[in-house]
């Protein structure tokens, strides 16, 4: 299983700003998920995470609005730039690992970070 | 047409009963699937995997069809505690697991 802590937990930032996330594990991981979730939406993937290499980036989403690091195998921030409105959403780290009884790698997420921009 | 697909709900019942929810995907190269539970205001958690053969566990039923490219959960019993937005997520053998909007279930006293 995984641990997954995320700082901060929610934020409230004006337009035109940046907020960076950090996104901490309690194993090392070789992929970290970043994942923004609407309300009453589901979870929709940002990017994937590798350490050693540039994230690898869904359809819509680009590294200039969420430029994100992966300097070790249990660390990883996104940083959403120049925020509008439209960003508000909850931002969820995620990790596969080998869980409790299961026969295959599920997700753990970490609780997530609820950003508000005004 | 959405990768995966869920009735959004939500689905009122009253304790003690029988509640199904299904889940459609469109990528019939898909290996892997899940159920997921998440609480309001709470991170999605794992329920059960779904496997081929279908599996229970407790008051769980997750079934998986692959000719009509559905999986399904059968949740018998319902408690208060079982109320949640269920998640039915899909991976297709990448890295990249796929969720569904999820379906709200309310159970009432």
């Known amino acids: 299983s995984a641990v997954i802590s995320q700082k901060p937990s929610r934020d409230i930032c004006q337009r035109g700003t940046s907020l960076t996330i950090q996104c901490q594990v309690d194993?090392?991981?070789?992929?970290m998920f970043w994942y923004r979730q609407q309300p009453g939406q589901s979870l929709t993937l940002i990017a994937t995470?590798?350490?050693?290499?540039?994230?690898t980036y869904e359809s819509g989403f680009v590294i200039d609005k969420f430029p994100i690091s992966r300097p070790n195998l249990t660390f990883s921030t996104l940083t959403v730039s120049n925020m509008s409105p439209e960003d508000s959403s909850i931002y969820l780290c995620?990790?596969?690992?080998w869980g409790k009884g299961s026969a295959s790698d599920e997700q753990f997420f970490g609780p997530g970070t609820r950003l508000t921009v005004l | 047409r959405k990768e995966v697909e869920q009735d959004p709900g939500p689905f009122n019942v009253p304790e003690g009963a029988t509640v199904a929810f299904n889940c459609t995907y469109s990528?019939?190269?898909?290996?892997?699937f899940f159920w997921y539970r998440q609480d309001c205001r709470k991170e999605p958690k794992l329920l059960m995997s779904?496997?081929?053969s279908g599996n229970e566990d407790g008051r769980f039923t997750a079934q998986l069809n692959r000719a009509s490219q559905y999986i399904s959960l059968l949740i018998r019993d319902s408690k208060l505690s079982d109320s949640a937005t269920y998640l039915c997520?899909?991976?297709?053998?990448?890295?990249?697991?796929?969720f569904g909007a999820g379906t709200r279930l309310f159970v009432k006293a």
């Open positions: 194993s090392q991981v070789t992929m």
């Open positions: 997520a899909v991976n297709t053998g990448g890295f990249k697991t796929i």
């Open positions: 990528n019939s190269a898909s290996q892997s």
């Open positions: 779904v496997y081929s």
């Open positions: 995620s990790v596969e690992a």
């Open positions: 995470a590798n350490q050693g290499s540039e994230a």
